[in-house]
């Protein structure tokens, strides 16, 4: 069975630093290129970072480029999103999503989600 499972959210003061991880199963995970979503309350959901089966490629929405930091361990079948000068519109529900880059509509794999709160 196919599974993703993502941790480390919590609630940090602006400025602060999360490091989420996403570990997976059921599938091959070094295959698949693997992409992070958030969405915030009372919004649609929004492609935050993807990166390509072998880690090489790594694309970022321009709310986050500069500050996020998205990586993979084929080894461990985990993904990363360090998250660094976090803000207060960071606050969201983040999901690990397989098999898309920024078009989330292709994403055919979702996790729970951890959530991630922003503030002072």
């Known amino acids: 069975e196919v599974q993703l499972r993502e941790t480390g959210g919590g609630m940090v003061q602006p400025g602060g630093s999360l490091r989420l991880s996403c570990t997976t199963y059921?599938?091959?995970?070094?295959?698949?290129?693997m992409t992070w979503v958030r969405q915030a309350p009372g919004k649609g959901p929004e492609w935050v970072s993807s990166i390509d089966a072998v880690g090489g490629r790594t694309y970022y929405a321009d709310s986050v480029n500069g500050r996020f930091t998205i990586s993979r361990d084929n080894g461990k079948n985990a993904l990363y999103l360090e998250m660094r000068s976090l803000k207060p519109e960071d606050t969201a529900l983040y999901f690990c999503?397989?098999?898309?880059?920024?078009?989330?509509?292709?994403?055919?794999?979702w996790g729970q989600g951890t959530q991630v709160t922003v503030s002072s």
């Open positions: 059921g599938f091959t995970f070094s295959t698949y290129e």
């Open positions: 999503a397989r098999r898309c880059y920024n078009d989330i509509r292709l994403c055919d794999r």
